[in-house]
């Protein structure tokens, strides 16, 4: 945080240097745009072909082939949700929350993408309807769907109290993976990322710029939905934060499941628009050598 008090002077040009109006960083023009319109035709009549339930405090793995969708859904009370997705083949390209925020803000909805790590950075996933896209800002600053926070881990809580909790999205995610996987814990532990907070309402203070959290607007029926634009695994933790309108990283709040469900499209709009997936990233990987 920065100091109430500064130690050091303003200089004489304070103002003027203050008063420089911003610059969007990636202009959400240079991007090319996800086609919406394309994925909503494919959408129509789709079939679900999987589903499958994280139960409070503990997270589930799914797969997702490319070209299908899948949705999260808030099932039985206010619940947010930690998402980890990876290349289904490959577990070194995972999902990129500093880019995708750098990219598309701060809070995602309906034709944000979800990018991947270095060296691959593509589109993974594209967000195609958002129950919850009349929140949009409130007052606080907050919004759903966040890519600032990382996820709830043992050892912050550590650091902060103490304890010893296991439940923390990090460490269910952890154990879903290993389960999915069959590799030891402390090995699987290392390709956990952070995450997508779907559902989760953060913001940052207006006065201190410090990382909020507050009950979750999100109720029974709401969905975030998305296109798989490269085969999938997915884990989900639901978190033990509930809504997140207290705590986390303890078993205090009310924590209900979170259900995810797999689609495969049921017409041609695909193969008629010839839709592929998105190839690894472009550059040379020379780095100038
Ligand atoms: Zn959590």
Same mark, same amino acid.
């Given at each position: 945080?920065?100091?109430?008090?500064?130690?050091?002077? +303003? /200089?004489?040009?304070?103002?003027?240097?203050?008063?420089?109006?911003?610059?969007?960083?990636?202009?959400?023009?240079?991007? /090319? /745009? +996800?086609?919406?319109?394309? @994925?909503?035709?494919?959408?129509?009549?789709?079939?679900?072909?999987?589903?499958?339930? +994280?139960?409070?405090?503990?997270?589930?793995t799914f797969t997702v082939p490319d070209g299908h969708f899948f949705r999260i859904y808030s099932v039985d009370g206010p619940q947010v949700g930690d998402l980890n997705l990876w290349n289904a083949n490959d577990l070194s390209e995972r999902f990129y929350t500093g880019k995708t925020r750098a990219l598309h803000g701060t809070h995602l909805? =309906?034709?944000?993408?979800?990018? =991947?790590?270095?060296?691959?950075?593509?589109?993974?996933?594209?967000?195609?309807?958002? =129950?919850?896209?009349? @929140?949009?800002?409130?007052?606080?600053?907050?919004?759903?769907?966040?890519?600032? !926070?990382?996820?709830?881990?043992? @050892?912050t809580a550590n650091t902060l109290s103490g304890a010893q909790y296991?439940?923390?999205?990090?460490?269910?995610?952890?154990?879903?993976?290993? +389960?999915?996987? !069959?590799? /030891?814990?402390?090995?699987?532990?290392?390709?956990?990322?952070?995450?997508?907070?779907?559902?989760?309402?953060?913001?940052? $203070?207006?006065? $201190?710029?410090? @990382?909020?959290m507050k009950s979750s607007p999100v109720r029974p029926g709401d969905y975030l939905e998305f296109f798989a634009e490269i085969d999938l695994l997915g884990a989900l933790s639901a978190c033990p934060g509930g809504d997140c309108s207290t705590e986390h990283s303890s078993d205090l709040a009310a924590c209900h499941p979170l259900k995810v469900e797999v689609y495969r499209p049921a017409n041609d709009a695909l193969a008629q628009a010839n839709w592929q997936s998105p190839p690894r990233n472009g550059y040379d990987r020379s780095h100038g050598l």
């Open positions: 945080m920065k100091l109430q008090n500064p130690e050091f002077a +303003a /200089p004489a040009d304070a103002d003027q240097r203050l008063g420089v109006e911003p610059v969007i960083c990636y202009p959400v023009d240079t991007l /090319p /745009p +996800a086609p919406l319109d394309l @994925y909503r035709a494919a959408r129509e009549g789709m079939e679900k072909i999987s589903e499958a339930l +994280a139960p409070a405090r503990d997270a589930v909805s =309906t034709g944000d993408r979800m990018w =991947t790590s270095f060296p691959h950075m593509r589109p993974m996933a594209t967000i195609t309807a958002d =129950t919850l896209d009349w @929140y949009g800002f409130d007052r606080f600053g907050g919004s759903v769907h966040d890519v600032i !926070g990382t996820r709830c881990d043992p @050892y296991h439940n923390c999205c990090h460490s269910n995610l952890s154990r879903s993976l290993a +389960a999915k996987t !069959g590799r /030891p814990i402390h090995e699987v532990e290392a390709d956990v990322h952070d995450v997508l907070n779907v559902f989760m309402c953060t913001g940052f $203070t207006h006065d $201190t710029q410090q @990382y909020f």
